[in-house]
């Protein structure tokens, strides 16, 4: 079972900031938590992970709360291009392997 | 997608015949994986590789089977299909480094059984 809760889906305008939510409040202290996305059917691809400590890339930026029981991602300026299904992964550290949820659909307006 | 191929892209077959999809790598990675995808359940492991002939179940393993013999192929077998099994199939790529389990996705595989 997936070990992260997203809300199904979210909307924003175009050129703001778009928040996407997660929670992984069972996250053990050295689990990471990845954001991937996909677009229409094509197959998922990754954004950013992190461990504690927020992360910024080309794509996105990623903010752990200190207790590391959510998270959020945030595109800082959304295009019509980022609408996509946004998953919240944390990698289970017993087998190592990606546990996809539901994701949030994510729709970005003129 | 940057050294990942999956064939073939689309298959028609019928209930009980035999289907194989192959991903093949350039990236010399280590771990590979299958997943599949249907409406409302997001994406689902079914087998993943962590090298050659070393091979470990997912979470909706049952129906199929995989092998690793090379590095750069990963092979998923239906033995006998089923309609159930109507997706849309995914492989993922990983170097496996450990706290940085970055997946490199296929364009996928879309099955259709009849």
């Known amino acids: 079972d997936a070990k992260t809760t997203q809300p199904p889906s979210m909307d924003c305008a175009e050129g703001r900031a778009a928040n996407l939510p997660c929670n992984h409040s069972?996250?053990?202290?050295?689990?990471?938590v990845y954001w991937y996305r996909q677009i229409h059917s094509q197959g998922p691809q990754y954004i950013i992970h992190g461990l504690k400590n927020n992360e910024t890339n080309e794509m996105a930026s990623l903010i752990i709360t200190e207790d590391r029981k959510s998270s959020t991602l945030i595109l800082p300026h959304a295009t019509l291009r980022d609408t996509a299904v946004y998953y919240c992964?944390?990698?289970?550290?017993?087998?190592?392997?990606?546990?996809f949820g539901t994701g949030t659909r994510l729709q970005v307006f003129p | 997608d940057a050294g990942i191929t999956q064939s073939p892209r689309h298959k028609v077959t019928e209930t009980g015949t035999p289907v194989t999809l192959r991903c093949h790598q350039t990236e010399n990675h280590r771990y590979m994986y299958w997943y599949r995808q249907d409406p409302g359940h997001g994406l689902r492991l079914i087998h993943y590789?962590?090298?050659?002939?070393?091979?470990d179940k997912g979470e909706v393993s049952d129906g199929y089977s995989v092998s690793r013999s090379k590095t750069e192929d990963f092979l998923l077998t239906l033995e006998s299909a089923t309609s159930s099994q109507t997706s849309v199939y995914f492989c993922?790529?990983?170097?496996?480094?450990?706290?940085?389990?970055?997946?490199?996705f296929g364009a996928g595989s879309r099955l259709t059984v009849l």
């Open positions: 992964i944390v990698r289970d550290i017993n087998t190592d392997k990606l546990i």
């Open positions: 590789s962590y090298g050659v002939k070393d091979t």
């Open positions: 069972t996250i053990s202290g050295n689990e990471y």
């Open positions: 993922a790529i990983s170097a496996g480094d450990p706290g940085a389990n970055v997946l490199t």
